[in-house]
């Protein structure tokens, strides 16, 4: 089978759909994996086993598949596919305007805060295997992968480096200059031997001079100065690399280099967008900000001063020092610093307080209400689980859900009753997510 993947945009992405290669061929070893990708993250995929083939979109029209999965559902590829007669095309349903044009739902959940965007796009690949007959590999691991090649530098990159990217992707917002300045004075304080390394493309090189005056000891400054081949080449070198969530943070978890990963607003979560599958500490604070989340198009600086410089530094320290959450603890670790969980409480007896000190306990973000909120509370507070202990409270979010859910990343789950699994937070939260609706 000739198998088809769209993904023509960032590193990130990219990055993230490489798992997806790996699955195809473990479940299917003699199908051909070709992936339409733009020029700029062909070095991503050059030298990986499970691509056999790199496309731009002039040559996808002469060839031919058998099966295209969009990753990157928009409609000129879409329309391309169901014009060239793929036997199974391959997609999220959400897009309401042209997804008839699919003939396979990938049921891909986006509002789940159980899934990454990597496993999103695993579903792609499950969705194929479903219809013709097969099942997933068991013991299938997916790990990004990005091959190692050797590139020389024109630099010296030495064993005690730290990169750090402060631009920022699509939906995110920069910490400010001052604040990595002030970071990397903190660093080179407490490890004087250690060298900082700035990285970044062209775009970035006025935001990383500003950087650089502020430095009482100047980092290295390679703005500009690698394509992605070299980059991918420095940040393998690196101890720890610090930054929002962007294709070089992605690329710096794929080669398993420990991630220090700055989050500041609420849309973007680190259960969807946060360093997959590597040693990671994320600093996150969105307790400043009580008004709706639109990164594309918020001025105010209260998510950006959330973050201080000590708090970054503290996460290199775990990260240096063997304290930063392993690869293996990620997806709890991610949903705490992803959801917000209320437990509204309208009866007499006020039982919703022992799930409110267990959560607590356990380093979940929980607020405790005993009467129904706001109409504005829940998109304010990002709310994306609510336990309820009354049929009146249930129904009251139930009917408000629709009108909250555009404005928060991951619309809230309700869940009613009482739990017989009480003993962590962990435990209530998967019963949450399981059972909620």
């Not at 022992?354 to 998109?379: G, T």
């Amino acid at each position: 089978m000739k198998v088809l993947l769209i993904r023509p945009d960032a590193v990130g992405d990219m990055v993230l759909l490489t798992p997806t290669f790996s699955l195809l061929k473990q479940g299917m070893p003699d199908c051909k994996v070709s992936v339409l990708a733009r020029e700029y993250t062909r070095p991503l995929l050059e030298n990986n086993p499970d691509v056999d083939g790199i496309l731009t979109k002039p040559e996808i029209k002469k060839a031919q598949f058998d099966a295209i999965l969009h990753a990157y559902n928009e409609f000129p590829y879409v329309w391309m596919g169901f014009i060239k007669r793929i036997r199974y095309r391959v997609s999220d349903k959400s897009k309401i305007l042209f997804s008839f044009l699919n003939n396979i739902n990938s049921r891909q959940r986006f509002g789940d805060l159980r899934y990454h965007e990597a496993e999103h796009n695993l579903f792609l690949a499950d969705a194929l295997f479903d219809k013709i007959g097969i099942k997933r590999p068991e013991g299938f691991t997916p790990d990004p992968k990005i091959p190692l090649t050797s590139h020389p530098l024109p630099f010296t990159i030495n064993d005690k480096a730290i990169g750090i990217h402060p631009g920022t992707g699509k939906g995110n917002r920069a910490w400010l200059p001052e604040k990595y300045a002030r970071v990397i004075d903190l660093l080179n304080e407490r490890y004087p031997g250690m060298q900082l390394i700035l990285t970044g493309g062209p775009a970035d090189k006025e935001n990383n001079q500003k950087i650089a005056d502020l430095c009482r000891v100047r980092p290295l400054d390679l703005a500009g100065k690698t394509d992605l081949k070299a980059l991918i080449a420095v940040i393998s070198k690196l101890k720890c690399f610090i930054s929002v969530d962007t294709g070089p943070m992605h690329v710096a978890a794929a080669l398993k280099v420990p991630v220090v990963a700055i989050s500041p607003v609420k849309y973007v979560k680190p259960t969807r967008w946060g360093p997959y599958r590597t040693d990671q500490v994320i600093i996150r604070n969105t307790s400043l900000c009580n008004i709706r989340c639109n990164p594309y198009k918020c001025d105010l600086g209260e998510c950006m001063n959330g973050i201080t410089p000590q708090m970054v530094f503290e996460g290199v320290e775990k990260v240096l020092t063997g304290h930063a959450v392993r690869a293996a603890d990620f997806k709890e670790y991610h949903i705490k610093k992803s959801a917000n969980i209320l437990i509204c409480d309208d009866t007499r007896n006020r039982e919703g307080k022992k799930y409110y000190e267990i959560l607590s306990r356990s380093d979940y973000s929980v607020l405790y209400l005993n009467k129904m909120p706001a109409l504005d509370f829940i998109p304010k507070h990002d709310i994306n689980i609510i336990h309820v202990f009354s049929a009146r409270a249930r129904w009251f979010f139930k009917l408000l859900r629709p009108f909250v859910s555009p404005y928060l990343s991951n619309p809230p789950v309700i869940y009613c009753g009482e739990s017989d699994k009480m003993s962590s937070g962990k435990e209530l939260v998967e019963i949450y997510l399981d059972h909620g609706n």
